[in-house]
C-alpha cells in the first residue's frame, strides 16, 4: 500500500520561502507523477503543479513564477517550493500520486497545514 | 484554463436517498473525469476516474457518468458515512482544476 507523507515547517513568515516535502513509502517514487495540491481553510482544492518521476515539471500559471519541485531519488521524496509567500498562501498542502497517465489523484498524504504570518 | 462547476454546492438528504451531484466543464474534457471525497480534516479520496470507472475498494453505491462537458456522481442509497463534500477535477489538460465543491449534509 502506497503512502506518503508530508513534512516541513507549519509558519512560515510573510515574503520567505515555503519549503516542504513529501515521503513516499510502499513504493517507488522511479514512476508516475507526483504531485502538489493546496486547500486554503474553509475553501477548494487547487493543483499547484506537479513533477514526473523522469524530473519534469508541470506548473500552475498562477502560481509558476514562485514555484519550485525536485526530486530526491534515493530518498523516495519529492519537495515543494514557494517563494515570496502571503498570507493568501495559508492553506493545507497536500502531496499525492497521479496514476501511470497523469489521469487520477490516487495515492493522498494526509495533508499539513501551512501558516503565513509574522 | 478549464473551469469546473458543480451543482449544488450543498445539499441536503436522509440516510437511504438517492443522491445526484453535477459537474459541468467550461470545453470539452472526453472522459478525463476524477470524483473525489473530502471528509473534514481529511484528504480527499478518489472514488471515480475517467468519469466512470469506480476505484478499487469503493462501494458500488457510487457510480459516474457523462462525457464531453457534462458529467454527473450519483449515489444510490445513502449511507451515514457519505455525508461529506464530493469534488469532480479534469484531468483532461493542465493546469487541472477542481470544481467549487459540493457540500452533503444531512436532513
Known amino acids: 500500500q502506497v503512502q506518503l507523507q508530508e513534512s516541513g515547517p507549519g509558519l512560515v513568515k510573510p515574503s520567505e520561502t515555503l519549503s516542504l516535502t513529501c515521503t513516499v513509502s510502499?513504493?517507488?517514487?522511479?514512476?508516475?507523477?507526483w504531485s502538489w495540491i493546496r486547500q486554503p481553510p474553509g475553501k477548494g482544492l487547487e493543483w499547484i503543479g506537479y513533477?514526473?518521476?523522469?524530473?519534469?515539471?508541470n506548473y500552475n500559471p498562477s502560481l509558476k513564477s514562485r514555484v519550485t519541485m525536485s526530486l530526491a531519488t534515493s530518498r523516495n521524496q519529492f519537495s515543494l517550493k514557494l517563494t515570496s509567500v502571503t498570507a493568501a498562501d495559508t492553506a493545507v498542502y497536500y502531496c499525492?500520486?497521479?496514476?501511470?497517465?497523469?489521469?487520477?489523484?490516487?495515492?493522498w498524504g494526509q495533508g499539513t497545514l501551512v501558516t503565513v504570518s509574522s | 484554463d478549464i473551469q469546473m462547476t458543480q451543482s449544488p454546492s450543498s445539499l441536503s438528504a436522509s440516510v437511504g436517498d438517492r443522491v445526484t451531484i453535477t459537474c459541468r466543464a467550461s470545453?470539452?474534457?472526453?472522459?478525463?473525469l476524477n470524483w473525489y471525497q473530502q471528509k473534514p480534516g481529511k484528504a480527499p479520496k478518489l472514488l471515480i476516474y475517467?468519469?466512470?470507472s469506480l476505484q478499487s475498494g469503493v462501494p458500488s453505491r457510487f457510480s459516474g457518468s457523462g462525457s464531453g462537458t457534462d458529467f454527473t456522481l450519483t449515489i444510490s442509497s445513502l449511507q451515514p458515512e457519505d455525508f461529506a463534500t464530493y469534488y469532480c477535477?479534469?484531468?483532461?489538460?493542465?493546469?487541472?482544476?477542481f470544481g467549487q465543491g459540493t457540500k452533503l449534509e444531512i436532513k
Open positions: 499525492a500520486r497521479e496514476g501511470p497517465y497523469g489521469d487520477k489523484l490516487d495515492y
Open positions: 477535477q479534469q484531468s483532461y489538460n493542465t493546469p487541472e482544476s
Open positions: 475517467a468519469a466512470s
Open positions: 510502499g513504493g517507488s517514487i522511479s514512476s508516475y507523477f
Open positions: 470545453q470539452s474534457i472526453g472522459r478525463y
Open positions: 513533477i514526473y518521476y523522469n524530473g519534469s515539471t
